[in-house]
């Protein structure tokens, strides 16, 4: 088996690592500060001069597929990405997610890669043109709401906000919660899954809906903080929808088609997530490594001390492990089909958040306390990608579907 990558693999990769090293890290103090300045709730400049660099390099929505033949009103405008393959997109994320925040510079940031490709796969040209265009050109953010409080919402069945069918249009009325994205000024529009037939066969009830976050009805009732940390002006939001009037053209692909379109949604945006997982465990281990090397105590460096030997060495088996699964996951997905690698991205989807919280575990715990710390950003990426156990699925649910196939295969 051949695991070098190309020359264009490695092209687009290497033209991001060179933009995160020469542009996105140097300007990390200056995010830190402009978020310390002023109000939480606010577009940070220096997010929004990276996008302008970045774009001007054609680094710029590398997760985008093809369109799928819908004309913009604008003709000089399309839908479409640079074209590349997951296998390639994979190892650019990777790059990205050293940084917590820094595929926003790139507008690759979630949960607007999946609302895009939901949008550019399933909407109609009036839709693309009205939301996915701006979202696109980075002018816009978006948010996706289908967690509810209420239910077991790791079973999209249990939805149960209310999608009424009323004249031409539809009134919505239920409460979300952990919808990412809500908190940003910049935050137009969110997919909404809800329920339009009750009586329906089980994964024929849901629907998605297009919604205005400023239609009318619409109300954010707190922010949800991730261990303490308030992760603006993304944020994460309880959101109560009263009487909520949407036009007849919000609808998606078509009524009963909800649960269809979160499937086509959440394979992309899982194993996305697990590419920029991937990064930010690099990250910790080279933090570590510097760490363990310029301390020095009971007579030798920390390094010297072998329980940090053995605990460096596994951080480096395990991250090497996990890129390959995730490797050959998108490799699945560009020569068989996202149904075909279904199995490797719930493989991934459990393997990634767990090899990654270990690896900066142990970077924190080399670190002392300046590892709890703010100083070192290892805290806050443990706590982002704690959620990566939870968001898009929990790992009990990806633990059964590969039970299941393994289970199939005997049957």
Known sequence: MDFTLGSADTEWRDRVRAFMDEKVRPRVADYEAQQR?????????????????????????????????????????????????????????????????????????????????????YGTREQKDEWLKPLMDGEIRSAFLMTEPDVASSDATNI?????????????????WWS???????????????????????HKQQSMLLMPLDAPGVTIERHLPVFGYDDAPHGHMEIRLDNVELPGSAMLLGEGRGFEIAQGRLGPGRIHHCMRTIGAAEEALDLMVKRLMSRTAFGKTIAEQGVWEERVANARIDIEMTRLLCLKAADMMDRAGNKAAQGEIAMIKVAAPL?????????????????????????????????????????????????????????
């Not at 985008?64 to 004309?71: D, E, L, N, Y």
């Not at 004249?167 to 239920?174: I, M």
């Not at 990412?180 to 089980?202: F, Q």
């Open 37 to 121: 300045d002023g109000e939480r709730w606010k577009v940070l400049p220096v997010v929004e001069d990276l996008k302008t660099q970045a774009r001007a390099e054609g680094l710029w929505n590398l997760f985008m597929p093809p369109s799928h033949g819908a004309t913009p009103v604008d003709a000089s405008f399309t839908f479409d990405g640079p074209g590349l393959s997951n296998l390639q997109y994979a190892v650019c994320a990777e790059e990205m997610g050293r940084i917590l925040w820094a595929s926003e510079a790139f507008n690759c940031s979630a949960p607007d890669t999946g609302n895009m490709e939901v949008i550019n796969r």
């Open 160 to 176: 149960q906000c209310r999608i009424e069918k009323r004249g031409n249009g539809y009134v919505v009325n239920g409460r979300k």
């Open 180 to 202: 990412s994205g809500a908190g940003d000024p910049r935050a137009k529009v969110a997919i909404l899954m809800g329920k339009t037939d009750p009586g329906a066969e089980k």
């Open 355 to 411: 090899m990654a919280l270990k690896v900066i575990d142990d970077a924190i715990q080399a670190h002392g306390a300046a590892g709890v710390s703010a100083d070192t950003g290892l805290a806050h990426a443990y706590a982002s990608i704690r959620t990566l156990r939870l968001a898009d699925g929990p790992d009990e649910v990806h633990r059964r579907a590969i039970a299941r196939l393994e289970y199939k295969k005997h049957r």
